[in-house]
Each structure stands twice: as structure tokens, then as C-alpha cells.
T-cell receptor, first 114, second 117 residues
């Protein structure tokens, strides 16, 4: 069965510092996609970054980068230069099957302090 | 700009009531999804639909049904609400992206916080 694991329930980070959020996955399908979403206290899920299993390079989107280590089955999110507005819950997800269904991890709560 | 809207942000219902949660997307997406979110469990898929009048069960379909009469609208129905259905419900949509690529990115609505008393 496919599974997504986020081992950090929560973390504090100081403003302007970088933070790494861990995500490991388990799948036997050679073709898959990995996503990171941000959920502020307002509740809406905001798409941050995507990595395909066949992509040769790590994905980057502005201050977000995905550290994709295929052999280790990990897809860690790195947020550089944290801002107060980065305080939110962050979810890692993996596409499963052929209809774009996503399986989500339990999430990591990030609090950015001044 | 992509937009997914949900009919209510907050809803309070009594046990045994029939509850309708509506979701509308304006992106002409083929796929639509309903999730529930509970602390410590992340998001769990209830039902999804890949075309009008088509539906597929997700991981936790028990106690729920869905309806998709039009491409832009996907409704979640709680036939007889129970207290264990108190949760945050999130709707999402995506295009048919094949087996890889950004096309399958799901875009979410603001969520409905449902309280069943």
C-alpha cells in the first residue's frame, strides 16, 4: 500500500532562517508525483511545489525547493529565508493511480518567530 | 485565476439530518474530489469524480454519497449526519494530467467546517 509519512508534528523556526520539512513515501509504482501544500489558519490548501518521479532535477519555486532523494524515497521541502507569513500547516502528498488521486501525510505545523 | 468555491464555510447540523455540501469550480476541470481533514490524520479521500455522472469511492466513503450532474459542480451528501462526521471538508479539482506533470495539481476550495450535534 502507498503511504506518506511526515515525522515532524511541529517545529519553530526563526524569521529569515531556512527550514526543512521531512517527507518519506512508499510506493511500488515507478511513476508517481509528489506535492507540497501549505494550509494557513484560514483553512485553504495552497499548492506550493511538484516533483515528478522521472524528473532529473529537484523542483524549485521561489523560496521553496524540494530535496528529492529517490533511492531513499524522501521528498523534503526546504523553505529558505522564512517569513512570518510562512506560519502554517504543511502537507506532503503523493499522486496514486491514474486519476490523479492524492494521498496526504499527517502534516507538519510550522511557526515562524520574529 | 483558478477558483474553487464551497457553499458554506461553517455549518452546524443535528444528528440524523441530511446535509449537502456544494462545490463549484470555474476551471473546466475534469476531476473533482472530496476530502475530510481531521487533526493528526491529514486529508482523507471520500469520493472523487473524473467526469459528469461518474463517481468513484475513495478511502473512506462510508456514510457519504456524491452527485455530479454538471462538470463544474460536485456535491457531497451526508444522508444521515452523525457526530463522527464532524470535520473539515475540502473540495478540490484538477485536470486530466496523464501519469505525470503539473496538470494533475489539485486546487482546493476554502473548506467547510461541519459540526454535527
Amino acid at each position: 500500500a502507498q503511504k506518506i509519512t511526515q515525522t515532524q508534528p511541529g517545529m519553530f523556526v526563526q524569521e529569515k532562517e531556512a527550514v526543512t520539512l521531512d517527507c518519506t513515501y512508499d510506493t511500488s509504482d515507478p511513476s508517481y508525483g509528489l506535492f507540497w501544500y501549505k494550509q494557513p489558519s484560514s483553512g485553504e490548501m495552497i499548492f506550493l511545489i511538484y516533483q515528478g518521479s522521472y524528473d532529473q532535477q529537484n523542483a524549485t519555486e521561489g523560496r521553496y525547493s524540494l530535496n528529492f532523494q529517490k533511492a531513499r524515497k524522501s521528498a523534503n521541502l526546504v523553505i529558505s529565508a522564512s517569513q512570518l507569513g510562512d506560519s502554517a500547516m504543511y502537507f506532503c502528498a503523493m499522486r496514486q493511480g491514474s486519476w490523479g488521486k492524492l494521498q496526504f501525510g499527517a502534516g507538519t505545523q510550522v511557526v515562524v518567530t520574529p | 485565476d483558478v477558483k474553487v468555491t464551497q457553499s458554506s464555510r461553517y455549518l452546524v447540523k443535528r444528528t440524523g439530518e441530511k446535509v449537502f455540501l456544494e462545490c463549484v469550480q470555474d476551471m473546466d476541470h475534469e476531476n473533482m474530489f472530496w476530502y475530510r481533514q481531521d487533526p493528526g490524520l491529514g486529508l482523507r479521500l471520500i469520493y472523487f469524480s473524473y467526469d459528469v455522472k461518474m463517481k468513484e469511492k475513495g478511502d473512506i466513503p462510508e456514510g457519504y454519497s456524491v452527485s455530479r450532474e454538471k462538470k463544474e459542480r460536485f456535491s457531497l451528501i451526508l444522508e444521515s449526519a452523525s457526530t463522527n462526521q464532524t470535520s473539515m471538508y475540502l473540495c478540490a479539482s484538477s485536470t486530466l494530467g496523464g501519469s505525470s506533470g503539473h496538470g494533475e495539481t489539485q486546487y482546493f476550495g476554502p473548506g467547510t467546517r461541519l459540526l454535527v450535534l
